[in-house]
C-alpha cells in the first residue's frame, strides 16, 4: 500500500480534542476518528504516520473476497432481515435504513431496528454480521455476556466479522484518500 501524505490527513479522519491522555482511533459508519488529549498537536508528522500505519495495516486485515461487494436496494435488505429474523425466532416491529454518523445500527426496546446506511454498500458477512447483531438486541438489549453468547450461538464468527468491519471501513478511507476525495461526497 502506497505511504499516505501525511499533510493530507484531513481529508480522511476527523479529530477530536478530548480530555484524556492517549490516543484513540475510533472506526466506526462516517468513518475514522482520532480522539486527542487537549495538548497533542494534528500537525504532528509522527502522530500523522502512525495513524497511516494503523489505517494501513487494518486495510491489508481485510480479506480479498471483502474487498469489493454488489450495493444492495433496501428491499433485499428487508428480505434478508426477515430471513435472520426467522432464523433467530424474532420478530422486529419495524426496519429503517438512515444515515448514521456514530453507530452501524440500533434496536429499540419497541423492537424497531435502524441500519447504517452504510449497510447497503456492504459485503454479505459484513452486513449479515450487522442484521444478526441488532436482531439479537430483540432478545438482549445489553452487549453483556447472554448476548455474546447469543451472538456466538447464532455466528460463531461474529468476532472475525466485527474485525473485518473495521478493514474495510480503513480500506474504503484510504482509497478516497488516494482519489483526492474529502469527507464532504458522504
Not at 7 to 30: D, E, Q, T, W, Y
Not at 68 to 90: C, M
Not at 157 to 174: F, N
Request: hydrophobic letters at 40%; proline letters at 7%.
Amino acid at each position: 500500500m502506497p505511504a499516505l501524505v501525511p499533510g493530507s490527513l484531513h481529508a480522511l479522519i476527523r479529530f477530536k480534542k478530548m480530555n484524556r491522555k492517549s490516543v484513540a482511533i475510533n472506526i466506526g459508519p462516517a468513518g475514522v476518528e482520532v480522539r486527542l488529549p487537549e495538548w497533542a498537536s494534528t500537525r504532528d508528522p509522527q502522530l500523522r504516520e502512525d495513524i497511516a500505519k494503523h489505517l494501513a495495516r487494518l486495510a491489508q486485515a481485510l480479506p480479498p473476497h471483502l474487498a469489493t461487494s454488489q450495493p444492495l436496494d433496501r428491499a433485499a435488505l428487508a428480505q434478508e432481515v426477515a430471513a435472520w429474523a426467522e432464523r433467530l425466532q424474532v420478530q422486529p416491529a419495524r426496519i429503517q435504513v438512515r444515515h448514521l454518523s456514530t453507530r452501524w445500527g440500533s434496536c429499540t426496546s419497541r423492537g424497531n431496528l435502524t441500519f447504517s446506511d452504510r449497510i447497503l454498500d456492504m459485503p454479505d458477512p459484513l452486513r449479515q454480521y450487522l442484521i444478526c447483531h441488532e436482531l439479537i438486541h430483540l432478545r438482549v438489549l445489553n452487549h453483556g455476556p447472554q448476548f455474546r453468547r447469543l451472538l456466538t450461538q447464532a455466528m460463531p464468527d461474529w468476532k472475525q466479522r466485527q474485525e473485518w468491519l473495521a478493514s474495510w471501513v480503513a480500506r474504503g478511507e484510504l482509497a478516497a484518500l488516494k482519489l483526492g476525495r474529502g469527507r464532504a461526497g458522504r
